[in-house]
């Protein structure tokens, strides 16, 4: 039989998808080993106990010098940036994004500005955004926002043209305006898309946000890393990087599985 | 009293003329089938009874009065793709007309408009051949059925000019052939003017009251550019099908019509 007719049982399926992270933590721990037999003190790799021990320290006992749950703080403070960040972004997408896909008069208005506007690289604003908006909160929101919301706009203006001009002419026969248009026609065609755009922003999302963390911060899971990186705490990086990227997976899943729940008929053949 | 007149309308888009000339009555509850080769007009001519593209000289009149430069209410549309949405499912998309028009800022109506447009809609439904398959989205239909639901969409606005852009040429024959039956009655039972694009001969000479077909009369390369299609034949149907009545050759659809052999003896009449 020919390899690309060969498919994986389900078990099978199963065991191969855990063989890659098998493999990375197999690895892990080889190295590990060999580096802590040869220095008992290295920090690079440290042992699996010494990182559940550091592990329980940061997330289930109170740091001494605030009283806090660190990982608990630094993963809701980062959070909330990201949420707001991507929630203005979002918001901005389904306004500027649908006017300029419905509008030919916005389109020829704001198009060429918003793809000029997405071409800037966000990180070579980070220092104006800290220094018009301070060191606070809006910096970190406000430089997410830029490195995100240009290409959800583009994305959804692009999936709002995309749609066959049959539907718009068809809608105009049934007595829509442009606003029920836009509204009842377009909007609920181009949901679906905007969540699968942001699941794929999610991970340029978290890089704005550790990078403004790590320059500028009081908590926040990008900050701890880099604050800890001073002192070379692996066991503090490894879970840390870990759990972040767990977060994106989560996210990553629930918006899909939010896209898969609102609207059904994005998941049938034929229907775009 | 005429319900469409075209008056010398000329089309161009930048020096290529698309269609030259074109002058015509349509009366009203007439069925006109447009016919012709590829890249003739057809579907230009018909999108600018729809209000989607303007004739460069020329008018068209609706009823008297001169056509809206947009499309609107008053002429439905169905195509070959892309007539229904996507997004709503077979009962939403035949209330959506009746619901944007009612709702004016949602959308949406409530409470006994509701319920009022709800009824409506199923009947239509039941009425193309639906009953049953309310809750699907197209995305689950057939062609066929597709195609039975863009017909019923359109017909809940009551249009004066329903438009039909080859809405059945990606048909299957025996689809085709059903489907057929049911434009025939919806044609004689509604109220409606309908204009068809169509490409295929037996269909025009089956459904129509009047056969139009659109040529380039001019064909040499070098004048491609310069001459568009215009009218070359203009065909009544014999016997005069008018709607709402029957011909002197035509009986009642057989209902169970299933079965082919039960149709066989009909080929070659004007049905």
Redesign the interface.
């Known amino acids: 039989m020919r390899w690309i007719n060969r498919r994986p049982s389900r078990g099978a399926t199963l065991a191969l998808q855990c063989l890659p992270f098998a493999l990375l933590i197999i690895a892990y721990l080889i190295g590990s080993a060999i580096r802590l037999e040869a220095n008992p003190n290295d920090k690079l790799l440290p042992s699996l106990a010494t990182l559940a021990d550091t592990v329980n320290r940061m997330a289930f006992q109170p740091d001494p010098r605030t009283g806090d749950y660190l990982l608990w703080s630094d993963t809701a403070a980062s959070l909330w940036r990201l949420f707001a960040g991507l929630g203005i972004s979002t918001v901005l997408a389904l306004v500027v994004g649908l006017l300029i896909g419905l509008l030919p008069l916005m389109r020829a208005t704001l198009a060429p500005f918003v793809a000029f506007v997405s071409m800037v690289p966000p990180l070579a604003l980070l220092p104006i955004l800290f220094i018009v908006m301070g060191l606070g909160e809006a910096s970190k929101i406000a430089l997410i926002v830029i490195g995100v919301a240009p290409i959800l706009i583009r994305d959804l203006s692009l999936s709002a043209l995309a749609l066959p001009r049959e539907q718009i002419v068809k809608a105009e026969t049934l007595s829509a305006s442009t606003w029920l248009i836009g509204l009842r026609v377009v909007l609920p065609q181009v949901l679906p898309r905007l969540l699968t755009s942001l699941r794929l922003q999610l991970g340029p999302a978290f890089l704005f946000l550790i990078a403004a963390e790590a320059i500028s911060a009081e908590s926040g899971l990008g900050y701890r890393i880099f604050l800890v990186r001073r002192y070379l705490s692996m066991d503090v990086i490894f879970p840390y990087v870990a759990w972040i990227t767990l977060l994106a997976v989560v996210g990553d899943r629930l918006i899909d599985l939010l896209r898969r729940r609102a609207f059904p008929w994005s998941e049938l053949e034929g229907a775009r | 009293m005429t319900a469409l007149t075209v008056e010398r309308v000329w089309k161009e888009y930048g020096d290529q003329i698309v269609l030259e000339n074109i002058s015509l009555e349509v009366a009203p509850r007439a069925f006109v089938a447009l016919v012709g080769p590829s890249g003739c007009g057809k579907t230009t001519f018909l999108r600018m009874l729809?209000g989607?593209e303007q004739p460069t000289r020329g008018r068209i009149l609706l009823d008297g009065a001169p056509l809206p430069p947009?499309?609107?209410?008053d002429?439905?549309?169905v195509?070959q793709?892309?007539?229904?949405?996507?997004?709503l499912t077979v009962l939403g998309n035949v209330m959506?007309?009746p619901e944007?028009?009612a709702g004016?800022s949602?959308?949406r109506t409530f409470g006994a408009t509701r319920r009022r447009i709800e009824d409506e809609a199923r009947a239509m439904i039941a009425e193309v051949g639906l009953a049953g398959a309310e809750a699907k989205?197209?995305?689950?239909l057939s062609g066929g059925m597709q195609q039975r639901l863009a017909l019923a969409?359109?017909l809940m606005?009551k249009?004066r000019v329903l438009l039909l852009d080859e809405p059945f040429g990606a048909l299957d024959p025996g689809i085709r052939a059903d489907i057929h039956v049911l434009m025939k009655r919806l044609w004689n039972e509604v109220p409606m003017t309908v204009v068809m694009v169509t490409h295929d001969l037996r269909e025009a000479f089956s459904l129509a009251t009047r056969v139009i077909a659109f040529e380039r009369t001019r064909n040499r390369p070098e004048e491609l550019e310069r001459y568009g299609a215009t009218i070359t034949k203009d065909i009544a149907l014999w016997p005069p099908r008018v709607a709402g009545q029957r011909t002197m050759f035509e009986v009642d659809t057989l209902p169970g019509r299933d079965d082919p052999a039960l149709f066989a003896g009909e080929s070659g009449t004007a049905r």
């Open positions: 729809l989607q947009e499309p609107g209410p002429r439905g549309v195509y793709r892309y007539s229904v949405f996507p997004h959506f007309g944007l028009r004016r949602l959308g989205y197209p995305a689950q969409q359109a606005m249009p």
